[in-house]
T-cell receptor
Framework: DAGVIQSPRHEVTEMGQEVTLRCKPI?????LFWYRQTMMRGLELLIY??????IDDSGMPEDRFSAKMPNASFSTLKIQPSEPRDSAVYFC???WGSGRGETQYFGPGTRLLVL | GESVGLHLPTLSVQEGDNSIINCAYS??????FIWYKQESGKGPQFIID?????DKRQGQRVTVLLNKTVKHLSLQIAATQPGDSAVYFC?????????????FGKGTLLTVNP
């Protein structure tokens, strides 16, 4: 099993640019989570999908953030326009089931730097 | 052990010693707990989990202890190796109702000295 795959692994962009982060969950998993990790705030859940449907996006910081899951094997997190305070490591995680009481498996993360 | 705040608790041990990492969780209704290991530049990696109907669970070189009375979780690593150096996070979840969120602690940095 390849595990959760994220791309790109590193992204450096300038303020105002659009950033798209990509995630391929573990095959067979039907719950997908996007997290953001910073030293100040730790791991924060941004959005949760179950069976490709967004269930909870209350963690999405602002309207500049959007996420989609067009099929069971692909999800994107988009930031438009990006700002320096968006600099963080963004993780995608997946699990099997409803998302409750299940182990979430994390990808390697995308390290985003917005200048 | 774990603490809320900006400072990352640290634990430094000698290679071969046993390590104990502590975590105080917040929700008395939580019934599922996970320990993750995060090495520098990598994503959190699942180590071991435990459900609230147990108070101890063992894996390979690791043991998780759960004390629901005081809402305390610990991870014991036997014969700690340099490769165990990482940040360790505990996470809690209440699997009832519609709650799917894992609540993560701030993490503990384990440094293993050769």
């Amino acid at each position: 099993d390849a595990g959760v795959i994220q791309s790109p692994r590193h992204e450096v962009t300038e303020m105002g640019q659009e950033v798209t982060l990509r995630c391929k969950p573990i095959s067979g998993h039907n719950s997908l989570f996007w997290y953001r990790q910073t030293m100040m705030r730790g791991l924060e859940l941004l959005i949760y999908f179950n069976n490709n449907v967004p269930i909870d996006d209350s963690g999405m910081p602002e309207d500049r953030f959007s996420a989609k899951m067009p099929n069971a094997s692909f999800s994107t997190l988009k930031i438009q326009p990006s700002e320096p305070r968006d600099s963080a490591v963004y993780f995608c995680a997946s699990s099997w089931g409803s998302g409750r009481g299940e182990t979430q498996y994390f990808g390697p993360g995308t390290r985003l730097l917005v200048l | 052990g774990e603490s809320v705040g900006l400072h990352l608790p640290t634990l430094s041990v000698q290679e071969g010693d046993n390590s104990i990492i502590n975590c105080a969780y917040s929700n008395s209704a939580s019934d599922y707990f996970i320990w993750y290991k995060q090495e520098s530049g990598k994503g959190p990696q699942f180590i071991i989990d435990i459900r609230s109907n147990m108070d101890k669970r063992q894996g390979q070189r690791v043991t998780v202890l759960l004390n629901k009375t005081v809402k305390h979780l610990s991870l014991q690593i036997a014969a700690t190796q340099p490769g165990d150096s990482a940040v360790y996070f505990c996470a809690e979840n209440y699997s009832g109702g519609s709650n799917y969120k894992l609540t993560f602690g701030k993490g503990t940095l384990l440094t293993v000295n050769p």
